[in-house]
């Protein structure tokens, strides 16, 4: 297996069936509280960069020359925005000094939410999925992690009771 497939499949998670996109974003799970134990909110941000780049680079070496701008097995996309839903999370526990894992609701409500505006292409979303191209498969994800991140700080907020 090349490098871009490696990249883009996530090792390999990409061809687990069925629904490959959510294994992808399970995987990224783990990784990103690794991320964050190695080096706290930084470095997760650091690997939402690093991830997004090689993305984009691997998804257009895969799909160079094919009909299909977004094959199914190529979930590098769901890392990122997985990534980038668990960034509010990351951010709380690395400037407050709290385990990571003590917002367990919050990374429940990170996944549920990139999965549900990753599958259903509100808006913005979709138009990034529509360019057909490697960037807006990349940016698609990227997109419907920030919505799902602005979700759990709503979602955080209403049970902290900042919100009522």
């Given amino acids: 297996m090349g490098m871009a497939k490696l990249i ?4 390999g998670v990409g061809y687990i069936r069925p629904a490959p996109g959510t294994w992808g974003s399970l995987v990224a799970l783990p990784w990103a509280w690794l991320l964050h134990i190695l080096g706290g909110f930084p ?3 650091l690997g939402v960069v690093a991830a997004f780049l090689k993305g984009w680079w691997a998804t257009a070496q895969m799909t160079r020359g094919s009909k299909d701008h977004d ?7 769901e890392l990122v925005g997985q990534w980038i839903a668990l960034l509010p999370l990351s951010y709380a526990a690395w400037s407050m000094g709290i385990n990571v894992l003590a917002m367990w609701p919050g990374w429940i409500a990170a996944f549920v939410l990139f999965r549900f505006f990753d599958i ?4 913005p979303v979709g138009w990034a999925d529509r360019r057909g191209d490697a960037l ?17 700080l709503v979602l955080a907020g209403l049970y902290h009771g900042l919100l009522t």
């Fill in 120 to 123: 259903l292409k509100p808006g």
């Fill in 43 to 45: 470095l997760l941000l």
């Fill in 8 to 11: 883009g499949t996530v090792l």
């Fill in 71 to 77: 094959p199914s097995e190529i979930v590098v996309d």
């Fill in 136 to 152: 807006g498969v990349m940016l698609d994800d990227v997109i419907a992690g920030v919505f799902a991140a602005l979700g759990v």
